[in-house]
C-alpha cells in the first residue's frame, strides 16, 4: 500500500472506539467545515483524512486543523487511486489500529454528520448487526436537490444491486455507513476488487455472503454546494460494468465467498 502517514497520525488510545472517515480528492471548499462538523457531533472520536494528494490543498487545510486537535489523523497517498481504494485504505487501518467500529461519510457535505449518532447508536445496541447504512430509500429518508436523471440513474443501480447481487436492502450505494471492523477483519479487505464507487455494494455482497446482519437507518442527503461530484459518466459506467461482472460471477459461481 503506497501511503504517506504524517508524524501526527494518532493510535486510538486517546480517542474512544470509534472512527471516523472521509476520503478526499480536492475538496478544500469542504474539508474545514466537514471536521468542524464532525467534531462538534463527536467530541471524542477519532476522525481520519485519506487524500489522494489532492493539488488544491486539501491535504494542508487537514494538517492545518491537527494543530489544534490531536485526533485528526491524516494518510496522504501517492496519486489518484480512487474512492473505492481509499475507502478500503481506511478499513484498513481502522482495523489495525483496533477500533471497534468505523464510520464513512462523504467529504463534500451531502452527508449531515448530525446525522451519524443515529447510525452510531444502533451498531452499539445491536452487536450482530454489521453495517448500518444511511439510507436515502426507506420511509423517512430522502434527497435534496438531485435533477430528475441523477434520481434515476440512482434508482435503476440500486434496483439492480437488490435484484441481481441479492441484497437485503434498499440503498446500496451511499457510503454513509458505520461498520463494525470485526466483520470487517474478517471478510479479508484485500480481496475486494473494485478501486472506484462499487465497492460500496462489493462490500455488502460480501457481508450478506458471509451472514452478516445489516440494517438501514433513514437519512437526508443533500446535493452539494461547493466544488465538483467526482463521479462521472465514466466512472458510473465502470460501476455499472464491474457489478455485472459481480452479479455473473455469483451466478456461476454461488459457493465462492
Same mark, same amino acid.
Given at each position: 500500500?503506497?501511503? $504517506?502517514?504524517?508524524?501526527?497520525? &494518532?493510535? #486510538? /488510545? +486517546? ?7 472521509? @476520503? ?21 472520536? /477519532? ?5 489522494? &494528494? ?6 494542508? +487545510? ?30 484498513? *487501518?481502522?482495523?489495525?489500529?483496533? *477500533? ?12 449531515? #454528520? ?7 447508536? $444502533? ?5 450482530? =448487526?454489521? =453495517? ?5 430509500? =426507506?420511509?423517512?429518508?430522502?434527497? $435534496? ?6 434520481? +434515476? ?18 440503498? @446500496?450505494?451511499?457510503?454513509?455507513? @458505520? *461498520? ?10 484485500? /480481496?475486494?476488487?473494485?478501486?472506484? *464507487?462499487?465497492?460500496? !455494494?462489493?462490500?455488502?455482497?460480501? +457481508? ?26 465514466? !466512472?458510473?459506467?465502470? /460501476? ?16 465462492? #465467498?
Amino acid at each position: 500500500m503506497s501511503i $504517506v502517514l504524517d508524524d501526527s497520525t &494518532n493510535s #486510538p /488510545s +486517546l480517542s474512544n472506539d470509534l472512527l471516523i472517515a472521509v @476520503c478526499t480528492y480536492q475538496e478544500s471548499q469542504n474539508i474545514q467545515a466537514m471536521l468542524t462538523g464532525l467534531r462538534r457531533v463527536f467530541p471524542d472520536a /477519532s476522525l481520519l483524512v485519506v487524500d489522494d &494528494n489532492s493539488p488544491d490543498g486539501t491535504a494542508d +487545510l487537514v494538517r492545518e486543523a491537527q494543530q489544534t486537535d490531536r485526533r485528526i489523523e491524516l494518510i496522504v497517498r501517492r496519486d489518484k487511486r480512487g474512492l473505492g481504494s481509499a475507502i478500503v485504505d481506511a478499513m484498513k *487501518y481502522a482495523v489495525a489500529q483496533g *477500533y471497534r467500529f468505523f464510520v464513512n461519510l462523504d467529504a463534500d457535505q451531502s452527508h449531515d #454528520p448530525a446525522q451519524l449518532p443515529d447510525l452510531v447508536r $444502533v451498531a452499539r445496541a445491536e452487536p450482530e =448487526v454489521a =453495517v448500518v447504512i444511511g439510507s436515502r430509500y =426507506v420511509p423517512g429518508g430522502k434527497i $435534496v436537490g438531485w435533477p430528475i436523471r441523477r434520481r +434515476l440513474m440512482s434508482k435503476l443501480v440500486n434496483r439492480f444491486a437488490t435484484g441481481f447481487l441479492k441484497l437485503p436492502v434498499k440503498d @446500496c450505494s451511499g457510503s454513509m455507513r @458505520c *461498520y463494525r471492523t470485526s466483520a470487517l477483519d474478517a471478510l479479508d479487505l484485500n /480481496s475486494l476488487q473494485c478501486t472506484g *464507487y462499487a465497492v460500496l !455494494e462489493e462490500l455488502l455482497v460480501k +457481508l450478506h455472503r458471509d451472514g452478516r446482519r445489516m440494517v438501514e437507518v433513514p437519512i437526508t442527503f443533500t446535493e452539494r454546494e461547493l466544488g465538483h461530484s467526482k463521479l462521472t459518466f465514466k !466512472e458510473a459506467l465502470r /460501476s455499472v460494468r464491474f457489478m455485472l461482472r459481480l452479479a455473473l460471477t455469483l451466478r456461476r459461481n454461488p459457493n465462492v #465467498p
